[in-house]
């Protein structure tokens, strides 16, 4: 079973930049499609960015060109570097990991962090 832990969350402006982390414990990240999550108050959770196993990456059209997904296999975590912040990126951001690169095919989730853009 592998446990996913987030961090990197925090507050920051308009057009500013945050990244975050999402280690995992016990499997390889490469093992799994992973991606990056947000559900922002009354929305419901969409698909942010992911990346598979042989690092073909993916972006939703609402950050394609300002955030960037990537891992560090030797480190078995996985980033997400998020520039020019807008206020409508203001959510909680799940890691997530899964057979497929499809929301529907993520079963491990990490606990959220809160990111918000003023």
């Known amino acids: 079973h592998v446990q996913l832990v987030e961090s990197g969350g925090g507050s920051v402006q308009a057009g500013g930049s945050l990244r975050l982390s999402c280690v995992s414990s016990?499997?390889?990240?490469?093992?799994?499609?992973m991606g990056w999550f947000r559900e922002a108050p009354g929305k419901e959770r969409e698909g942010v960015a992911f990346i598979n196993g042989g690092g073909y990456t993916a972006y939703s059209d609402s950050v394609k060109g300002r955030f960037t997904i990537s891992q560090d296999t030797s480190k078995n975590t996985l980033y997400l570097e998020m520039n020019s912040l807008d206020v409508s990126d203001t959510a909680v951001y799940y890691c997530?990991?899964?057979?497929?690169?499809?929301?529907?095919?993520?079963?491990?989730w990490g606990q959220g962090t809160q990111v918000t853009v003023s």
């Open positions: 997530g990991a899964g057979r497929y690169c499809s929301l529907s095919y993520i079963t491990i």
């Open positions: 016990r499997h390889p990240v490469h093992a799994y499609c």
